[in-house]
């Protein structure tokens, strides 16, 4: 009857096991970035590391995810969201990977100026170029 007992408790693990991987998870994260094209590229990036649906929010910075558990996991997707230049709760992007992103797409981090950082996109692109500008003059000098 014990024998039996056991048998019963391992076939349910097992049985929870196998559900468990062939799961349908739905999980919440912070991404950080600022306009359309940076919601185009997350989601794409969560969706190249195997993700069936994901959502990101501009204003709330909340990135949704739905994938099979079988296929993919979170740290996955948060690592190559990372690798396209958006740092997330899960993993930071490399300087270069940040740097390669779009003026407008710059969002604010810690060690990058943060006056462009806000400036919708026409403003900063402007500021940017104006920089450059400025630079070369100072390299020429
Ligand atoms: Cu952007």
């Known amino acids: ?70 296929t993919t996991n979170t740290a996955k997707i948060q690592e190559n969201i990372a690798y396209v230049g958006y740092d997330n709760v899960g993993a930071t992007a490399t300087t270069e990977a940040y740097d390669k992103l779009h003026g407008c797409c710059k969002y604010e981090r810690t060690a990058v100026a943060t006056d462009v950082a806000k400036a919708d996109c026409p403003v900063m692109m402007v500021r940017i170029a104006a920089k450059r500008t400025e630079r070369k003059w100072t390299a020429a000098k």
């Open 1 to 70: 009857m014990k024998a039996l007992r056991i048998f019963s408790i391992a076939t349910l693990f097992m049985a929870v096991g196998t559900f468990a991987v062939a799961q349908t998870k739905t999980e919440t994260f912070k991404v950080s970035g600022n306009c359309g094209m940076c919601k185009t590229k997350i989601e794409k990036a969560a969706k190249d590391a195997g993700a069936k649906d994901a959502s990101w929010d501009a204003d709330t910075k909340n990135l949704t995810v739905t994938y099979k558990s079988s």
